[in-house]
């Protein structure tokens, strides 16, 4: 699921702001949590966080299989190394509050695995610009949402969804693979298109089945968030899509 580069000069979330937090996003996790409602909302939320950086370990490793050379094979392992490091640090806050893993993450894993199978690459350069642009669009609404919770979990999303290095890596070698042929450029950006759709449905999806989650994106628990913020929101979530898809030089 993550990748969590940003292309350069995407203007920061409110996550990343230095704003004044106010609010649920003012309290720490102990006097949060004791809203039963926004308990349930950041169970679910690391829940699907979990799932999804043990989906993108497992989808990296098999990655790697399709990497060209030794190198590449080799940073692709590393990746999905760091990948597995963040899927252990969501498991045992789970844990530590209380919640098993496992039936955390259930819920989400339908979901999550039927976008990668619709998404499934079908090449090395395929691979990269989904990791690139498919997973940043998950990343974009963790951060926009990681605003809004108590400063303990705000903490540990922003965390988990520290760069991996992919970015970097997938741009040098989509730019590479154009610059050779030009042709590609062409393939490639309708297959970001696509991305872009099925990863906007499948957020969505997952959202509207989960009642808490739902009910903080638009201001029933997290302080701020109504349904004009949440439009606000895709739109920036788009923005940055446009500068990455910019950053591999493809047309948006």
């Known amino acids: 699921m993550t990748t969590s580069d940003k292309p350069d000069h995407v203007a920061d979330t409110p996550a990343e702001s230095d704003a004044e937090h106010t609010g649920v ?12 409602q926004y308990r349930a909302a950041v169970v679910d939320l690391l829940g699907a966080l979990a799932y999804g950086e043990l989906a993108a ?18 940073e692709l392992a590393k990746m999905a190394s760091a990948e597995f490091h963040h899927f252990e640090q969501l498991r045992d806050r789970l844990t530590e509050i209380g919640e098993e893993p496992t039936h955390a993450m259930e819920p989400f894993v339908a979901a999550l695995d039927g976008f990668h199978k619709q998404t499934a690459p079908s090449d090395w350069l395929e691979g990269l610009v989904k990791a690139y642009v498919g997973d940043s669009i998950a990343s974009d609404f963790y951060r926009e ?5 108590d400063s303990d979990t705000r903490r540990l999303v922003l965390a988990v969804l520290d760069d991996t290095g992919h970015g970097g ?31 906007l449905s499948q957020s969505q999806r997952v959202v509207a089945d989960r009642d808490a989650l739902s009910t903080m994106l638009v201001g029933g628990v997290a302080d701020g968030f109504d349904l004009a913020e949440v ?15 910019a950053a591999l030089g493809l047309a948006a």
Request: overall charge positive; cysteine-free.
């Open 169 to 199: 890596f997938a741009v040098e070698k989509v730019r590479a693979a154009i610059d050779a042929d030009p042709r590609v450029g062409g393939r490639l950006a309708l297959w970001a298109r696509r991305l872009m759709g099925e990863a």
């Open 145 to 149: 949402v990681a605003a809004r919770l």
């Open 57 to 74: 370990f497992e989808r990296l490793a098999e990655d790697a299989k399709l990497a060209p050379t030794l190198a590449d094979k080799a």
């Open 231 to 245: 439009g606000k929101m895709f739109s920036r979530i788009t923005e940055a899509h446009t500068k990455r898809m």
């Open 25 to 36: 996003a003012a309290r720490d996790w102990e006097a949060a949590s004791a809203d039963p």
